[in-house]
């Protein structure tokens, strides 16, 4: 049995008929180990003592409303549990960094973090593509407006959007019109304040925009592609995408596999790999989702794929 806490998002706004991080919790249970839980507000460092949190020891009840019962309150040290799994949702702001240090702090006294705080901090979801040029579509980084005119002005057809959203918020596309670019461009870098993305939009996006799941290295078999609805741009489950499981290509596993085998070895066991068509549009490695979609469409069990990989790396008993 390991004691696992999970850092993460307020338990009683978890959508649990679809959030990843439950079905962690759940495999992990199902296993025998112990389960808790805190907000990164709740990590905290004293000098001359560790990095500790205020927890919530539960159990899993099995009732989807009531789903979980706490069976203590405690403050503990991170070093103590076996696994510390950062689940926490984006914006990557200021604060969720300062969390990665905290946790790296953690990492220092003993703590085993996943994914590990300084890989977190290093590959910012939106740019982590950079490292992968030859697997994106043409992109723009960057605070000038008027860079983000010359690239419309050369692909036509474009998409914007922040470098800290989530979920599909925050993104606009512009096509050869160019109707309200510059208003867009100012409402994203607030009048060059901030940095955004730029990308050629890419067509396939009607055959979905796939999540791609490498655990330890490896590609899931099975990839969500997540299909927009209506007139919406945005694939995204939660802005109206319809999800639906399919195979992992050959294609597919060969962008994953080349990303996993460089990206893995730095501390980042789970990554969630955005695929339209043949380009990569983002790395996300904070929170990745679609475990319990894959999983209920296909069969294949990804919870245990990745709690798997997690025991692998936990000192033995």
Aim: include cysteine; charged fraction near 25%.
């Amino acid at each position: 049995m390991k004691n696992i806490l999970f850092v993460a998002d307020p338990l009683d706004h978890f959508k649990i008929y679809k959030d990843t991080t439950f079905s962690m919790m759940r495999e992990a249970q199902r296993r025998g180990h112990r389960i808790a839980a805190c907000l990164p507000e709740d990590l905290q460092w004293v000098s001359g003592g560790v990095v500790t949190a205020n927890v919530q020891q539960i159990t899993l009840t099995g009732d989807s409303k009531a789903w979980y019962r706490e069976d203590i309150r405690e403050s503990k040290a991170l070093k103590d549990f076996d696994a510390v799994l950062m689940r926490k949702d984006p914006p990557f702001d200021a604060e969720y960094i300062y969390a990665t240090h905290l946790l790296e702090q953690a990492e220092r006294e003993g703590a085993h973090v996943v994914n590990k705080p300084r890989a977190l901090r290093d590959h910012p979801e939106k740019l982590a593509i950079m490292e992968f040029p030859q697997f994106t579509t043409p992109t723009l980084v960057t605070r000038s407006a008027q860079a983000v005119r010359d690239f419309h002005a050369e692909h036509g057809d474009i998409i914007l959007k922040p470098l800290d959203g989530m979920g599909g918020m925050g993104i606009f596309r512009v096509t050869k019109d160019g109707l309200n670019l510059g208003s867009i461009v100012e409402t994203l870098n607030k009048n060059g304040a901030e940095t955004i993305m730029v990308q050629r939009f890419v067509p396939d996006i009607v055959q979905g925009d796939k999540r791609i799941l490498i655990i330890a290295g490896e590609p899931a078999p099975f990839v969500l592609a997540r299909i927009p609805q209506g007139s919406e741009v945005r694939g995204n489950l939660a802005a109206g995408g319809k999800g639906v499981a399919q195979p992992l290509t050959p294609r597919n596993r060969e962008i994953a596999e080349t990303v996993g085998r460089a990206l893995a070895p730095r501390g980042l066991l789970l990554i969630g790999l955005d695929v339209i068509g043949d380009s990569v549009t983002e790395i996300n490695v904070t929170s990745p989702t679609c475990f319990q979609e894959i999983t209920e469409q296909t069969g294949f069990d990804v919870p245990a794929m990745f709690i798997d990989a997690l025991e692998k790396t936990l000192r033995p008993a």
